[in-house]
C-alpha cells in the first residue's frame, strides 16, 4: 500500500531562517506529489504540486519542493520564515492506480519563533 | 467562485443524536471526498464520489456513518447515532478530472468542527 512519510511531527524555525520539512513517498513510478498547507481553523490549501514535470517546483508564499526520485523524497523548503507561516503542512501522494484518493502524510507542525 | 462550502461549521450534539453535515462541491468538479481530521489519528479519507457515485468507502468507520451525493452540487454525511468518539473537525474536497487525465489536487472546504457530549 501506498504511504507518505513525514518526518517530524513538530518543527520549529526562528522567523528569517531557513525552512525544510520533509517527506518521503512510496509509490514505485513516478508518482504526483502535493504540499497543502493548512491554518489554524481553516480547510487543506494547495501550496504546491509535482507532476513529472520540473524537479523543482515553486509554490505560493515562497515555498518551493523537489522531487528526488533516488532518495523518494518531496522535501518542502522557505530560504526565510515568516511568522505568518506557522501552519500545519502535509504532504501527499496522488494513487498509483484508478483510484483518485490522495494519500496524506501525517502533517508537520510548523512554528515559527520571533 | 466561492470554494467549497460546508455547513454548519460547528455542530455541538448530544450522544445518540443524527449529525447531518452538509457539502457543495466547486461547480463543475466531477470528485467529492470525505475527511475525517482528528489529533489522534489526523487526516483520514472516509469516502469519495466521482461522478456522484461512491467509489471507494472503505474509510467509512461503521454502519453509523453513511454518505450520499444525489447530485452533482450536494452531498451529505450523516451519522446516526452519534458518540463521543465521533468528535472530529469533517472536511469536505472536490477535484476536477478526466478518466484519461485524472487531475488530482483538491480543492477544501473550511470544515464542520463536530462536537459530541
Known amino acids: 500500500a501506498q504511504s507518505v512519510t513525514q518526518l517530524g511531527s513538530h518543527v520549529s524555525v526562528s522567523e528569517g531562517a531557513l525552512v525544510l520539512l520533509r517527506c518521503n513517498y512510496s509509490s514505485s513510478v513516478p508518482p504526483y506529489l502535493f504540499w497543502y498547507v493548512q491554518y489554524p481553523n481553516q480547510g487543506l490549501q494547495l501550496l504546491l504540486k509535482?507532476?513529472?514535470?520540473?524537479?523543482l517546483v515553486k509554490g505560493i508564499n515562497g515555498f518551493e519542493a523537489e522531487f528526488k526520485k533516488s532518495e523518494t523524497s518531496f522535501h518542502l523548503t522557505k530560504p526565510s520564515a515568516h511568522m505568518s507561516d506557522a501552519a500545519e503542512y502535509f504532504c501527499a501522494e496522488a494513487p498509483d492506480t484508478g483510484r483518485r484518493a490522495l494519500t496524506f502524510g501525517s502533517g508537520t507542525r510548523l512554528q515559527v519563533q520571533p | 467562485d466561492a470554494g467549497v462550502i460546508q455547513s454548519p461549521r460547528h455542530e455541538v450534539t448530544e450522544m445518540g443524536q443524527e449529525v447531518t453535515l452538509r457539502c457543495k462541491p466547486i461547480?463543475?468538479?466531477?470528485?467529492l471526498f470525505w475527511y475525517r481530521q482528528t489529533m489522534m489519528r489526523g487526516l483520514e479519507l472516509l469516502i469519495y464520489?466521482?461522478?456522484?457515485?461512491?467509489?471507494?468507502d472503505s474509510g467509512m468507520p461503521e454502519d453509523r456513518f453513511s454518505a450520499k451525493m444525489p447530485n452533482a452540487s450536494f452531498s451529505t454525511l450523516k451519522i446516526q447515532p452519534s458518540e463521543p468518539r465521533d468528535s472530529a473537525v469533517y472536511f469536505c474536497?472536490?477535484?476536477?478530472?478526466?478518466?484519461?487525465?485524472?487531475?488530482?489536487?483538491?480543492?477544501f472546504g473550511p470544515g464542520t468542527r463536530l462536537t459530541v457530549t
Open positions: 509535482y507532476t513529472s514535470a520540473a524537479t
Open positions: 461547480s463543475g468538479h466531477n470528485s
Open positions: 464520489f466521482n461522478n456522484n457515485v461512491p467509489i471507494d
Open positions: 474536497a472536490s477535484s476536477l478530472g478526466a478518466r484519461d487525465r485524472p487531475n488530482y489536487e483538491q480543492y
